[in-house]
């Protein structure tokens, strides 16, 4: 049997009525809420799936999680399916009230609020498929790093200023950075608290900072104090060489005697050392500082003695990417817009009369 | 914050609600006027109150539970004096000036003194955040008092409470009103959260409740145009609207760890 034109015109009518329909909003924004609110409780009791979901994006974040727990997980895709389902909602019925503006112009505040509503969604969507969130990074100064997955950018940590406030609590962290294009420095910013670097989706911040050991300051009995770090090299009085070849702020020697790191922060330090001695022998061989001086370098005359460790502060910076960031922007004014022009369409429609019955 | 004038202010709106009472038992308006001035006085006192900690910290104060129970008590007293004079109704008083004394007699046991502000909050978006939040809880709080009204008023039929139309009238005001100025909250939050954390949307449960929140409100401005939800439904949702408020504000904070600590 044949459509007649006019019969496939009233089902897309109806169609069309359907996806501007006020009904179907409100079930699908119920569905979505009701998805949400079970589910955060199976977030908060399940910190170990959800975990992650702040420190990626959900592209990233949700195959992962699926793969360890659908049945805990199976909420999240299907609320978000829900939301896009009642922002396409939205969006019809805007387009829907659009083709009728020239008698609703004074309705503006409303449409910029489902605006808002459909550009944040948008917005959201495209930052969690396209974007993403990395760190804390640790940068000292005057290094570099490269920007995750964008090969052209590379970020300078120029100078970190940590600022305490008397009793030693962290009032801010003030990093001088430069961002750099393929080579060419693109921007140079103070990134502090709450004043981050926004550039091309880019957002860095500063999350902490640390201290790392960078050597150790020795008394030695000819030359009075002096500091050795890693790659440090010192001619001795009676013509010997000594140089630091390694530092491990945490060492422990393995059952064959090898030497191994155990972890950042200071504990049981150890320098290899190497000595060049006149007769153009070398000695090589471990000092952890906490045993004593190596037979080696006591015959050597060589009576180092540790003071004091020498650290170096790092910066720990934040880089996340958000393309969606400047459209959620417009999102955030259209919806801030419409709610202040909708404040007075209120009174107004109320003063006519004018709502619609569903 | 002095204890005394704490104190004086909770005498007052307790006085207040007492004379709503007497009015609704009396039947005389006289005790209605009284009650009104003496929330006037409350909001006077309170506001002096809040201005001299606003003062004193160098930041709007709203960082803890007694600072956020005291300051949704004064705007919560405010938007009541907003619809009293508005639209004279009297009685209506004794149902928020109980839920007032509700948030104030929560705050009023507790430490008031003002901490550091973390440098993280040191931020107009976070006030403007707080300030947008509390109003727009304040505002869900009437709706919830004018909800209650409402079905107590389909009982009572009396001529004492303001008219069913006139209840759904307000509840529906209440509730735009409230949705504007959380939209605003949400906005002013995203912003801080992307210039504090590098995301202005994360799936943390405060955020995710305030999403809810806002979803059902949303909602609910809709939910208006449905004719046969126009009354009971609609003095219900405010109700259980209000509920989803207050686990967002306290149940979160109190039963489950958040990013947004209460105390
Ligand atoms: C999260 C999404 C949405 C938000 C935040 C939102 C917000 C609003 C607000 C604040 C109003 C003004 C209410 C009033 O005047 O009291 C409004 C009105 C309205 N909205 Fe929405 N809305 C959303 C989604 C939708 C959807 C999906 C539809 C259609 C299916 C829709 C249809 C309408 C209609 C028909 C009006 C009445 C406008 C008039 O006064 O003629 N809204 N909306």
Redesign the interface.
């Known amino acids: 049997m044949e459509t007649s034109p006019q019969t496939a015109k009233t089902v897309l009518l109806r169609l069309w009525e359907f996806l501007c329909s006020l009904k179907v909003a409100i079930v699908l924004a119920s569905a979505a809420a009701l998805l949400i609110m079970g589910g955060s409780l199976v977030m908060h009791y399940n910190p170990r799936i959800f975990g992650g979901m702040e420190q990626e994006i959900m592209s990233e974040w949700l195959p992962g999680a699926w793969s360890q727990a659908p049945q805990l997980v199976f909420w999240v895709p299907l609320s978000g399916l829900c939301v896009i389902l009642f922002a396409i909602n939205t969006l019809c019925c805007l387009i829907d009230w659009l083709g009728k503006i020239s008698t609703r112009w004074r309705k503006t505040g409303e449409y910029l609020i489902h605006t808002g509503f459909i550009l944040l969604t948008i917005a959201y969507l495209w930052g969690n498929l396209a974007g993403f969130r990395s760190g804390p990074h640790s940068i000292f100064p005057g290094t570099e790093i490269k920007i995750p997955h964008m090969p052209e950018y590379t970020l300078r940590l120029e100078s970190f200023t940590p600022q305490l406030n008397p009793q030693g609590r962290p009032l801010d962290m003030v990093n001088q950075v430069s961002l750099r294009q393929n080579g060419k420095t693109v921007r140079q910013a103070e990134v502090r608290i709450n004043h981050p670097l926004i550039h091309d989706g880019l957002i860095i911040l500063p999350t902490s900072f640390g201290q790392a050991l960078q050597g150790f300051r020795f008394h030695l009995p000819e030359q009075g104090m002096i500091n050795l770090a890693k790659g440090s090299r010192l001619t001795l009085a009676n013509g010997q060489i000594l140089r630091i070849r390694q530092l491990l702020p945490d060492a422990r020697r393995s059952g064959r005697g090898q030497v191994q790191q155990v972890g950042d922060r200071l504990g049981n330090p150890a320098m290899q050392i190497v000595v060049q001695k006149t007769d153009n022998s070398t000695w090589q061989g471990w000092y952890f500082l906490r045993e004593g001086l190596p037979t080696e370098l006591s015959e050597a005359g060589i009576l180092l003695r540790p003071i004091e460790p020498i650290f170096k502060t790092y910066s720990l910076l934040t880089i996340n990417r958000d393309p969606g960031d400047k459209l959620a922007l417009v999102g955030s004014l259209c919806l801030s817009i419409g709610v202040i022009l909708a404040f007075f369409s209120f009174y107004r429609k109320r003063a006519r009369g004018d709502r619609p019955d569903v | 914050m002095s204890k005394p004038l704490l104190l004086l202010l909770f005498a007052l709106y307790l006085t207040a609600t007492i004379g709503y009472l007497a009015h609704l038992i009396c039947r005389r308006t006289l005790f209605a006027k009284i009650a009104l001035g003496l929330i006037f006085s409350g909001v006077l006192l309170q506001t002096g109150l809040l201005a001299q900690r606003w003062w004193v910290a160098g930041y709007m104060p709203v960082t803890n539970l007694f600072a956020t129970l005291f300051f949704f008590s004064w705007a919560l007293a405010l938007i009541y004096l907003y619809f009293e004079l508005r639209y004279r109704i009297r009685a209506t008083g004794l149902f928020v000036m109980l839920l007032n004394l509700v948030l104030l007699g929560g705050a009023v046991p507790r430490d008031s003194t003002i901490s550091?502000l973390i440098?993280?909050l040191?931020?107009p978006l976070f006030s403007l955040h707080i300030l947008f939040s509390f109003t727009g809880y304040a505002f869900f709080a009437m709706a919830f008092s004018i909800g209650a009204l409402y079905l107590v008023q389909t009982r009572l039929q009396t001529e004492m409470l303001p008219d069913l139309s006139t209840l759904r009238?307000i509840n529906e005001?209440a509730i735009?009103?409230g949705f504007?100025?959380f939209?605003?909250c949400?906005?002013a939050g995203?912003?801080?959260a992307?210039?504090?954390?590098?995301?202005?949307?994360?799936?943390?449960?405060k955020s995710?409740?305030s999403?809810?929140v806002w979803?059902?409100y949303?909602?609910m401005c809709?939910?208006?145009?449905?004719?046969r939800w126009q009354g009971s439904v609609y003095a219900w949702l405010s109700i259980v609207g209000f509920g989803i408020v207050l686990f967002t504000y306290l149940g979160i904070g109190l039963l489950?760890e958040s990013n947004h600590p209460l105390e």
């Open positions: 550091a440098p993280s040191d931020t009238r005001e735009f009103l504007g100025l939209t605003l949400m906005v995203s912003l801080w992307h210039i504090a954390w590098g995301h202005w949307f994360s799936w943390n449960i995710v409740w999403i809810l979803i059902f949303a909602g809709h939910a208006k145009f449905i004719r489950l």
